[in-house]
């Protein structure tokens, strides 16, 4: 694991040991290659209260991204583990007062449920990606607006919690009920800025796996993960993981609100996804779902310098839940490709451990990686452009000179 | 409070969510001040740096916008044009 030491360094030494180019990353903060250039002038690597040094991108909200040395285990520790808020309102919440509200017009009845009635429920675990549907958005092409995330927006942790299903019944719900909308505690600094709220398809939050987590990784969770409580929706984008849970409503009617139309959407037809959100869907749009089928080499940086001879490179796969069948690695350009060695298997949600070994040449050697789902599904060798830069799962390539 | 953020420009300075926020210092220009003004209310001001140098005039235009339609963000229409014309200017691509 890579010490603050290694991250923070001096700036040079930064530069030197992390392996990036220094018009790229003048401060050796480790900025994913090909990210806007003013976010070279702007991105720090600071570190939270409770928090090793993340890749600061904006402080406020915070949105702090994790390095990709995080990544060399499946479980992202939570004190590594990226922040991301859309809204700058963000209180502490005390355990022994947290209450979430459950009801909505798809209900049969209202209820409380607090930290110790969760407890108290069957408790059910996942080991799920929690990956930010923007993750990698700073790499599109053309750059589009928002926060530019490099490889970093994600983790992977053991989540422990009750099953959504299982509050849910204790209110009932309807045969209408179409979605199921998530509040948290953070708020707006404006009032008239929209709050944050998010729903899913019933038939999603009724799944064994969907969750409210109360534990992360065997701890309670960060609070800037979501402490006390978050909504976990294995597969699924970040977007639907709502931190902070204060409100879970059954709806009969379709959620609106800036944050379901016109934010996080994609348009309809451009990618191969299975899970739709029906009760969402316009003839043009249609709100993420699934992540797609995606892979990161931790073990180098593109441009690092390494000895000639055999050398292991190394990362994580992942995919929206249906698990990864193998990884490809192609050291021609894509000419050629072996099959990387796939490492601990934690479920189909997880990150899935990949290693390759070559024999590196002396000067430029290219690893070129590319992952495939069990549904058959591969990563893209040509970024699908989207005016939100969501799902960029472009086969990762890079250059390590011996 | 919320009242409170948007009464003055001094208050906004003084709020940073998380206590490690360092101001950002941008480029010196014509309506920087009305960008500092307006702006932090709701976010620290890295964003436009970090969203640079690629939004041509009308996407700046249309970021201006999105805040005030889309945020709520109580900005008067001079303020919105020097806001516009100073990101064009200075972190136009």
């Avoid at chain 1, 900025?31 to 600061?56: H, M, N, Q, R, W």
């Avoid at chain 1, 779902?289 to 292991?312: C, F, P, Q, W």
């Avoid at chain 2, 640079?52 to 001079?78: C, H, Q, R, Y």
């Amino acid at each position: 694991m890579i010490s603050r030491r290694h991250l923070l360094g001096t700036a040079g030494a930064g530069v030197a040991a992390l392996g990036l180019p220094r018009w790229a990353d003048a401060a050796g903060i480790g900025l994913t290659p090909g990210v806007p250039e003013g976010v070279a002038d702007v991105a720090t690597l600071e570190s939270l209260p409770g928090k090793k040094p993340l890749i600061k991108l904006s402080y406020r909200p915070p949105n702090y991204e994790s390095p990709i040395e995080y990544f060399r285990t499946p479980i992202t520790p939570n004190d590594q583990f990226f922040v991301r808020y859309h809204l700058s309102d963000i209180p502490e919440i005390k355990a022994e007062t947290y209450k979430i509200s459950v009801g909505g017009d798809g209900a049969n009845t209202q209820a409380e449920i607090t930290l110790d009635d969760l407890k108290k429920m069957p408790a059910m675990e996942v080991v799920a990606v929690n990956q930010c549907s923007g993750n990698r958005r700073g790499l599109s092409k053309p750059h589009v607006a928002g926060v530019e995330w490099g490889y970093g927006a994600m983790g992977c942790a053991r989540w422990r919690g009750a099953r959504l299903r299982d509050v849910l019944d204790k209110v009932g719900l309807k045969k209408e009920a179409i979605e199921i909308s998530f509040n948290g505690a953070d708020g707006p600094a404006l009032d008239k800025t929209p709050d944050f709220i998010k729903s899913i398809p019933a038939w999603k939050a009724i799944e064994d796996t969907t969750l409210i987590a109360y534990e992360m990784n065997g701890s309670p969770l960060p609070h800037l993960n979501g402490f006390p409580a978050r909504i976990i929706v294995p597969g699924w984008t970040g977007t639907y993981w709502m931190k902070h849970v204060v409100a879970i409503n059954a709806l009969t009617k379709p959620l609106g609100g800036f944050w379901m139309n016109p934010a996080y959407r994609i348009p309809v037809g451009k990618f191969a996804l299975r899970d739709r959100f029906v009760s969402q869907e316009t003839p043009v749009n249609t709100p993420i779902t699934e992540m797609v089928v995606n892979s990161l080499i931790t073990s180098h940086r593109d441009g690092d310098k390494i000895k000639a001879g055999k050398i292991t490179v190394s990362g994580m796969a992942w995919d929206g839940g249906y698990g990864i069948a193998s990884v490809q690695v192609s050291t021609d350009g894509g000419k050629t490709w072996g099959a990387g060695k796939l490492g601990e298997d934690l479920g189909r949600f997880a990150f899935r451990p990949w290693s390759f070994e070559l024999a590196a040449k002396s000067g430029a050697n290219t690893v070129l990686v590319n992952a495939t789902n069990k549904l058959g599904q591969s990563q893209t060798s040509e970024l699908i452009f989207n005016p939100a830069g969501y799902h960029n799962n472009v086969m990762q390539s890079i250059t390590l000179t011996a | 409070m919320r009242i409170f953020i948007i009464a003055t420009a001094a208050a906004l300075l003084a709020l940073p969510v998380l206590a490690q926020e360092k101001p950002i210092q941008l480029k010196k220009g014509d309506g920087l001040d009305k960008v500092e003004a307006n702006c932090q209310a709701c976010h620290s001001l890295d964003y436009i740096p970090a969203n640079s140098p690629f939004l041509n005039p009308a996407s700046w235009d249309g970021e201006v916008t999105k805040m005030i339609k889309a945020f709520g963000a109580p900005i008067e229409d001079a303020d919105a044009k020097a806001i516009a014309d100073y990101l064009k200017k200075n972190y136009g691509g």
